[in-house]
Structures are given as structure tokens and as C-alpha cells.
């Protein structure tokens, strides 16, 4: 089993930053692949960004695109997400995700990630 869990939320302004953090234990691996996905208040889960292990590739939900930064740290087998330039709508419960065996058309699917955290909530306002 993998546990994850998620910190760095809080409460900003908009055009404010914020970093949240994963961190992984239990049958944690380098191989897999992590992800951040969100939820806004009645709205289902969508993906924001995920990082593969093999060759570091990323991949960004298009409203985050250029303000989003996903990274990864081996040693420790946590996750980041770099969050700058917030807006409103970045309001949500954000999650961080686990899988393995995911191939790049699956990045942005929830129900390729068998593990998750228990999210952190961002909140931006103006």
C-alpha cells in the first residue's frame, strides 16, 4: 500500500503563489507516475498535472499551462506543485495521485492513479 500526503494549502489573493507538497510512504516507488488533480465545490475531479518517472515527462491541464510547475524530488519520492499567478478558479481540493503502469494517453485520467491523499484545500480570493 501507498499513503500519500498533501500540504501547502491555505488561503491567497489572487495573482498569489502557493507550492503544495506530496509526500509518498509505505510500498512507495521512483517508477511511478504522480499527479495532482482538484475539485471545486459541486464539480467533479479534473486533472491539473502529472510527472512520469521515465524521462520526467509532464503534462498540464491547459488553464494551468504556464503558471503550473509539477516536479519531483528521487531522493525522497515527493512531489510538488508550483502553483503562481492564482485565479479564482483555482479554487478547490487539490489531490495528489499515484500509479503505476501509466502510459502518456492516461496521464490525465483519474482512474489511472490507484493511489490517493486526502487533498488539501486551496482557496483564492479576490
Known amino acids: 500500500q501507498v499513503q500519500l500526503v498533501e500540504s501547502g494549502g491555505g488561503f491567497v489573493q489572487v495573482g498569489e503563489s502557493l507550492r503544495l507538497s506530496c509526500e509518498p510512504s509505505g510500498r512507495t516507488s521512483s517508477t511511478y507516475t504522480m499527479g495532482w488533480f482538484r475539485q471545486a465545490p459541486g464539480k467533479e475531479r479534473e486533472f491539473v498535472a502529472a510527472?512520469?518517472?521515465?524521462?520526467?515527462?509532464?503534462a498540464y491541464a491547459d488553464d494551468v499551462k504556464g503558471r503550473f510547475t509539477i516536479s519531483r524530488e528521487y531522493g525522497k519520492n515527493k512531489v510538488y506543485l508550483q502553483m503562481n499567478s492564482l485565479k479564482l478558479g483555482d479554487t478547490g481540493v487539490y489531490y495528489c495521485a499515484a500509479g503505476s503502469g501509466v502510459i502518456l494517453s492516461q496521464l490525465r485520467a483519474a482512474n489511472a492513479y490507484a493511489y490517493w491523499g486526502q487533498g488539501t484545500q486551496v482557496t483564492v480570493s479576490s
Open positions: 510527472i512520469r518517472s521515465t524521462g520526467g515527462t509532464t
